[in-house]
Nanobody
Framework: VQLQASGGGLVQAGGSLRLSCAAS????????MGWYRQAPGKQRELVAT???????NYADSVKGRFTISRDNTKNTVFLQMNSLKPEDTAVYYC?????????YGQGTQVTVSS
């Protein structure tokens, strides 16, 4: 599996970013996808997930601000991040989950300045 994330960058608090993740080497339409993040000195944490059927789940800290979506025609999963806060600063990882296993792609850095 290859998960290529992009779209990170530097943004001011209150701003928006849209992350994209292009997946290959998997049957994307039946894959459960997600985003995790890891801030400096902290453990990696779940941000959002989307099942093959489109059911979404969010961490409490991002509910109402982030939206995960997918385009099965492009084998791509997105994370729209609005109203960004400095505490959202982290490396964001695209993931594919199956059973208890999580496959991580390379991360993309998101930095939110105050």
């Amino acid at each position: 599996v290859q998960l290529q994330a992009s779209g990170g960058g530097l943004v001011q608090a209150g701003g928006s970013l849209r992350l994209s993740c292009a997946a290959s080497g998997i049957i994307f339409s039946i894959a459960n996808m997600g985003w995790y993040r890891q801030a400096p000195g902290k453990q990696r944490e779940l941000v959002a997930t989307i099942t093959s059927g489109g059911t979404t789940n969010y961490a409490d800290s991002v509910k109402g601000r982030f939206t995960i979506s997918r385009d099965n025609t492009k084998n791509t999963v997105f994370l729209q991040m609005n109203s960004l806060k400095p505490e959202d600063t982290a490396v964001y990882y695209c993931t594919r989950s199956r059973s208890s296993r999580v496959d991580y792609g390379q991360g993309t850095q998101v930095t939110v300045s105050s």
